[in-house]
């Protein structure tokens, strides 16, 4: 079965200590993995994406990893601030339409 | 726009009521995703339109789900005769291509309670 699980479902740090999201995935075929940031009661926006052959990409104090032998991914926050309280989904496209979502990770930021 | 916008962001229906949810994706955006979110849980896909084409609506858990976007831009997802079972937030999300390397721009949603 196609599955995208997340860990921890929710996570408490301290405001800039670094913490990292994990996500495993059994979904193939394989198009590509993003992760989102989902602030509460809004839409979910795109952090990073990656392809199969790309197994690392920055954007700003985020850092995904991408393992496409084991089929893990990790979200790493650098020097958390408040503003980085959210849910962080991770998502697997097997094709266009073919979109897997996580349970996602909340994550809170005590300053 | 500058957004995909949602309307309405909240609706509260009566059971057995029927309801429609309206999404405005970015314009010139091809692709339409409508997805489905229960608390707490990660976006669940319920239907895909490529312009005017719905392309797969695999995910609608029953007959009473129907969405449309007639002429390619604006969507409307109709559910009939609502039930608890469908409280949820429906999300809507476009896409300027059909290629799923394109980004996805979300709409905030619009949260159904069904009471």
């Known amino acids: 079965k196609n599955q995208v699980e997340q860990s921890p479902q929710s996570l408490i740090i301290l405001e800039g200590k670094n913490c990292t999201l994990q996500c495993n995935y059994t979904v193939s075929p394989f198009s590509n993995l993003r992760w989102y940031k989902q602030d509460t009661g809004r839409g979910p926006v795109s952090l990073t994406i990656m392809t199969f052959s790309e197994n690392t990409k920055s954007n700003g104090r985020y850092t995904a990893t991408l393992d496409a032998d084991t089929k893990q991914s990790s979200l790493h926050i650098t020097a958390s601030q408040l503003s980085d309280s959210a849910s962080y989904i991770c998502?697997?496209?097997?094709?266009?339409?073919?979109?897997?979502f996580g349970s996602g990770t909340r994550l809170s930021i005590r300053p | 726009g500058a957004g995909v916008s949602q309307s309405p962001r909240y609706k509260v229906a009566k059971r057995g009521q029927d309801v429609a949810l309206r999404c405005d994706p970015i314009s010139g955006h091809v692709s339409l995703f409508w997805y489905q979110q229960a608390l707490g849980q990660g976006p669940e896909f319920l239907t895909y339109?490529?312009?005017?084409?719905?392309?797969?609506k695999s995910g609608l858990p029953s007959d009473r789900f129907f969405a449309e976007r007639p002429e390619g831009s604006v969507s409307t997802l109709k559910i009939q005769r609502t039930q608890q079972e469908d409280s949820a937030v429906y999300l809507c999300?476009?896409?300027?291509?059909?290629?799923?390397?394109?980004?996805?721009?979300f709409g905030s949603g619009t949260r159904l309670t069904v009471v």
């Open positions: 339109f490529q312009n005017e084409a719905q392309l797969d």
């Open positions: 999300a476009s896409s300027l291509g059909a290629q799923d390397l394109y980004g996805y721009t």
């Open positions: 998502v697997v496209s097997r094709s266009a339409s073919k979109i897997i």
